[in-house]
C-alpha cells in the first residue's frame, strides 16, 4: 500500500501534525465543480488530486510497480488516500488561519534556498531536476513547502508552553535506574573455534608461551574481534552464560581451558581486573532525561490537540466532498463513532 505522505520533497516533517486533522478556522467554503473537497474556509481543487496521483504513478514506477487501473479496488483505495491527505492538508491550512499562522513567500523562499543548499550542493537545477522526476514543477513545490511550514508553526504554537520541572526530571530518574546503572566489566582475550581438538592445541600452544594475539587473528572465527587479537571488553550478564561465567571467574592474568558454548570452543584470557559496577549520577544525565520528557509532553500535547480538532471538524458539517471523491471508509466515522455523534460530511 502506497503512502501519499512520502510523495513529498525531502523535508524534516514533523510527524504528528502530518498525521493530524485540523478545524475551526475561517468561514466555510462552497464547494465548486471543479473541486474535490471543500474543507472549512479551504477548496481542494481536482487539479491539486490528479497532481498528487500523478506523484503516486512516478512512485510506483521507480519501484518498479504497475500503478493500479481506474477503477480497481486498489486504485479507489489509493485514492482515498490521496484525497484524505488533501483534506487533512487543507484542515492544516484553515486552522492555521484561525491561529494568526501567516506563513511569507520570503519564508517559503528562505526555506527552498536551503534546501537546495542542503540536499543539491547548491544546484537549483538539481533541485529543479529532482522534483521533476516526483511530478511537482515550482509552484506545487512551493506548496509542499509552504505546507510544511504551517505544520512546523503549529506545533510550536501547540507544544509553546510545554514546560518539565526538576521534581519531574528526578522522579523518573528514580523510576528507571536501572536504566542508569553500568554493569561490572573487565577487558578479555578470546580465541573461538568450532572443534575441541583445535581448542586443546590452542590452549596447549600458549600454555607453552606462544602469542595469543597472532592465534587468535589466524584461527579465531569471532568476527567481532579476532582482527583485534582477540580483544575486546565485555559486561556482566551480556555474553552467554558459559563464556561469561568463566571471564568474570578468572584471575587477572588467567587463562582458560577451553570452554564450551552454543557458538564452539573459546579459550579466554583475562586481560584487566573486573570493574565494578556504578550508577550514572542524576546531575549527568538530567539533560537528557529533559529533553526525553520535554519531547514525550510535547507528542502529548500534540495527540490531545489533534484528537479534539478531528472530533470537532468531523462533527461540524465541515467537510464536503464532491460525489465520487469521499473516501472509504470515511475517515471520521471512527472518530464520530467514539463520541457518539453521527458524520455530518457529506458528498
Not at 217 to 240: E, H, M
Request: hydrophobic letters at 35%; aromatic letters at 8%.
Amino acid at each position: 500500500m502506497i503512502r501519499i505522505r512520502r510523495f513529498v520533497l525531502p523535508i524534516a516533517v514533523v510527524a504528528l501534525l502530518a498525521a493530524g486533522c485540523g478545524g475551526g478556522g475561517g468561514g466555510s467554503a462552497s464547494l465548486g465543480n471543479d473541486d474535490v473537497a471543500a474543507v472549512g474556509g479551504q477548496q481542494i481543487t481536482k487539479e491539486q488530486f490528479r497532481a498528487l496521483m500523478a506523484r503516486a504513478e512516478k512512485s510506483y514506477t521507480a519501484q518498479k510497480r504497475k500503478f493500479p487501473k481506474a477503477g480497481t479496488s486498489e486504485y479507489e483505495n489509493l485514492k482515498g488516500q490521496a484525497v484524505d491527505f488533501l483534506v487533512q492538508r487543507a484542515e492544516f491550512e484553515d486552522e492555521a488561519d484561525g491561529m494568526g499562522v501567516d506563513i511569507s513567500d520570503k519564508q517559503i523562499d528562505d526555506r527552498i534556498n536551503k534546501l537546495i543548499k542542503q540536499f543539491y550542493g547548491g544546484s537549483e537545477k538539481k533541485y529543479e531536476d529532482t522534483i521533476k522526476a516526483q511530478g511537482l514543477n515550482k509552484d506545487t513545490a512551493r506548496d509542499e513547502v509552504k505546507a510544511q511550514l504551517v505544520s512546523e508553526e503549529l506545533y510550536k504554537k501547540v507544544t509553546g508552553d510545554v514546560k518539565v520541572t526538576d521534581k519531574q526530571i528526578k522522579d523518573y530518574y528514580d523510576a528507571n535506574k536501572s536504566i542508569y546503572v553500568q554493569k561490572e566489566s573487565r577487558d578479555v582475550r578470546h580465541i573461538l573455534v568450532t572443534k575441541k581438538a583445535l581448542a586443546d592445541q590452542l590452549y596447549a600452544q600458549i600454555k607453552g608461551g606462544a602469542n595469543f594475539a597472532k592465534l587468535a587473528k589466524k584461527y579465531s572465527k569471532d568476527p567481532g574481534s579476532a582482527q583485534n587479537g582477540g580483544k575486546l571488553t565485555i559486561t556482566r550478564g551480556q555474553t552467554v552464560k558459559e563464556f561469561d561465567k568463566t571471564a568474570f571467574d578468572l584471575k587477572t592474568g588467567a587463562l582458560s581451558a577451553p570452554v564450551h558454548t552454543q557458538y564452539g570452543y573459546h579459550i579466554i584470557e583475562a586481560l584487566s581486573d573486573i570493574r565494578p559496577a556504578k550508577t550514572t549520577s542524576l546531575d549527568k544525565v538530567k539533560g537528557s532525561i529533559r529533553q526525553q520528557l520535554e519531547q514525550q509532553k510535547k507528542q502529548d500535547a500534540m495527540t490531545k490537540w489533534v484528537d479534539g480538532i478531528k472530533k470537532k471538524f468531523c462533527g461540524g458539517s465541515r467537510i464536503k466532498y464532491q460525489v465520487g471523491y469521499a473516501p472509504n471508509p470515511d475517515p471520521c466515522a471512527a472518530i464520530l463513532s467514539n463520541t457518539g455523534s453521527t458524520t455530518t460530511a457529506t458528498q
